[in-house]
């Protein structure tokens, strides 16, 4: 389930958003055996992304993509450059991503800003936390000693989502907004519980703090026991409070397995392999996967593709003709293709299923990125030429899945134990803050984190130009 909005994009938004141009041109040229080649591919694919982005501009907002990205995936942006920077050694965009995700931490160093409590839910957080512990993990230059540590920042959200642990109702879970004024505040989708599985799992394998590995049991378990993760090991997408979760959305989506996943991994690996893990993560792998890999349906227009292939697909919102697919759903590829490839290192044995899809998705994916006469990637890789459509998430997903075919030349994520510098702060944050901010400056997404970046007035004035030409629609 996810918020849609329609949105009037002026000047050069408007040429750099969505479908539209049917011209083609040279494409990305990539050859999977030279690590040279997909370099270049995937530094194509970014810098075609960041073409987007304005908050490093003067009077922009660091941290913000222009509507109609919402602010989530903004974060979840940013995270994928941290891997970027990390599988390829390109340092072109870690100035900007240090700036973003400090920017954007709030008052209570927790990824709360102000600014953004009109949409904010507890799976937007745990994106920002997602890119947070990328940062911690990788070794990403540490921020000033002023600033909040990418552990610390992870710490906070953790801190604030077990505060939000819902016992009211389905005997646990976390809902998926955090304030009772936005709609689905009744809805317990997986991405937010199983962000914070995710989240949980990882924070235990850095810090090593059994706190953390209790709460993934804990999350694990409360999933396992709704209809969401069905006895093959299938992942929909959510549950109610209002029928006492005795139901589930069943729509497929390739982040939910794949944030279940990634956190099976990292529990595998703290666990020293343990074989309820493996259970777990084999399951969901090996079963939970399959509708996601298609094969080509050559040069098809109708958005179909044969079952039982390679290609990464996401079928939900890509096979309906036309393709239903909203502005934030292009990008989910984008982390299942991470989140398989890290797990290639958490639990080897998983590398020989994993490492040949990613292969054949990549291939696939850089074969249609001839849009707009030159390199823009579209969004069906199981067609073999460019579908018409293209924008920050369609790019991401496939600069994610071609950077990682170098997943086996980078060492593992670290610990704190083992090479890791990110100081934590295990009190960080702000026990939950879901108090009902209804002040006229929240409402009004007036920048209050402006101050401390000094955007001063012009960085106000370009948000409201912004929200002035939106219009929200909710499904």
């Given amino acids: 389930m996810h918020f849609r909005r329609e949105f009037q994009v002026l000047g050069v938004f408007g040429s750099l958003l969505g479908g539209g141009n049917a011209q083609t041109g040279p494409g990305i040229t990539l050859d999977t055996t030279s690590t040279d080649s997909i370099k270049a591919a995937a530094g194509t694919a970014a810098f075609n992304m960041m073409k987007v982005y304005t908050g490093n501009l003067t009077g922009q907002i660091p941290g913000i993509l222009p509507g109609?990205?919402?602010?989530?995936?903004?974060?979840?942006?940013?995270?994928?450059?941290?891997?970027?920077?990390?599988?390829?050694?390109?340092?072109?965009?870690n100035e900007v991503?240090?700036?973003?995700?400090?920017?954007?931490?709030?008052?209570?160093?927790?990824?709360?800003?102000?600014?953004?409590?009109?949409?904010?839910?507890?799976?937007?957080?745990?994106?920002?936390?997602?890119?947070?512990?990328?940062?911690?993990?990788?070794?990403?230059?540490d921020p000033p000693a002023s600033d909040p540590s990418w552990l610390a920042l992870a710490q906070a959200v953790f801190n604030d989502q077990v505060a939000r642990w819902d016992t009211g109702a389905c005997n646990g879970g976390l809902r998926w907004q955090?304030?009772?004024?936005?709609?689905?505040?009744?809805?317990?989708?997986?991405?937010?519980?199983?962000?914070?599985?995710?989240?949980?799992?990882?924070?235990?394998?850095?810090?090593?703090?059994?706190?953390?590995?209790?709460?993934?049991?804990?999350?694990?378990?409360?999933?396992?026991?709704?209809?969401?993760?069905?006895?093959?090991?299938?992942?929909?997408?959510?549950?109610?409070?209002?029928?006492?979760?005795?139901?589930?959305?069943?729509?497929?989506?390739?982040?939910?397995?794949?944030?279940?996943?990634?956190?099976?991994?990292?529990?595998?690996?703290?666990?020293?392999?343990?074989?309820?893990?493996?259970?777990?993560?084999?399951?969901?792998?090996?079963?939970?996967?399959?509708?996601?890999?298609?094969?080509?349906?050559?040069?098809?227009?109708s958005g179909q593709a044969p079952p039982g292939g390679s290609i990464m697909a996401e079928v939900a919102c890509e096979f309906p003709t036309p393709q239903t697919c909203d502005t934030d759903e292009p990008s989910f590829k984008a982390y299942l293709s991470r989140w398989l490839a890290v797990t290639t290192q958490l639990a080897p044995y998983t590398e020989q299923f994993?490492?040949?899809?990613?292969?054949?998705?990549?291939?696939?994916?850089?074969?249609?990125?001839?849009?707009?006469?030159?390199?823009?990637?579209?969004?069906?890789?199981?067609?073999?030429?460019?579908?018409?459509?293209?924008?920050v998430g369609e790019q991401m997903s496939v600069m994610s899945v071609i950077q990682n075919l170098l997943i086996s030349k980078v060492a593992a994520p670290v610990t704190a134990a083992k090479g890791g510098t990110s100081i934590g702060d295990p009190s960080a944050g702000g026990a939950g803050d879901t108090a009902d901010p209804t002040t006229s400056e929240t409402l009004g997404r007036t920048v209050t984190t402006a101050d401390k970046a000094g955007a001063g007035i012009l960085t106000a004035l370009s948000l409201l130009l912004i929200i002035g030409a939106t219009w929200w629609m909710v499904v």
């Fill in 68 to 93: 109609p990205y919402y602010w989530w995936e903004a974060g979840a942006m940013f995270g994928q450059l941290i891997n970027y920077w990390y599988l390829t050694g390109d340092t072109t965009y």
């Fill in 97 to 141: 991503v240090s700036q973003a995700i400090q920017f954007q931490v709030g008052a209570n160093n927790d990824f709360m800003p102000q600014n953004q409590t009109k949409d904010l839910g507890n799976d937007d957080q745990v994106f920002w936390a997602f890119t947070a512990m990328d940062a911690a993990e990788l070794a990403f230059p």
């Fill in 178 to 301: 955090i304030y009772p004024f936005n709609t689905g505040y009744d809805y317990k989708n997986t991405v937010a519980t199983g962000g914070l599985f995710q989240l949980a799992a990882r924070l235990a394998r850095y810090t090593g703090n059994q706190t953390y590995a209790d709460w993934a049991e804990k999350t694990f378990d409360w999933i396992a026991s709704t209809p969401i993760l069905t006895s093959t090991w299938q992942v929909w997408d959510g549950t109610s409070r209002t029928d006492n979760c005795s139901g589930a959305t069943q729509t497929y989506w390739t982040y939910n397995v794949g944030t279940m996943i990634s956190g099976a991994a990292y529990m595998y690996n703290f666990t020293n392999a343990n074989a309820t893990w493996a259970a777990r993560l084999s399951g969901l792998l090996y079963n939970g996967t399959e509708v996601f890999f298609v094969q080509s349906n050559g040069a098809a227009t």
């Fill in 354 to 391: 994993i490492m040949p899809r990613l292969y054949a998705s990549a291939t696939a994916a850089a074969a249609i990125c001839n849009g707009q006469g030159g390199t823009m990637c579209g969004r069906r890789w199981y067609q073999t030429i460019w579908d018409g459509n293209f924008g």
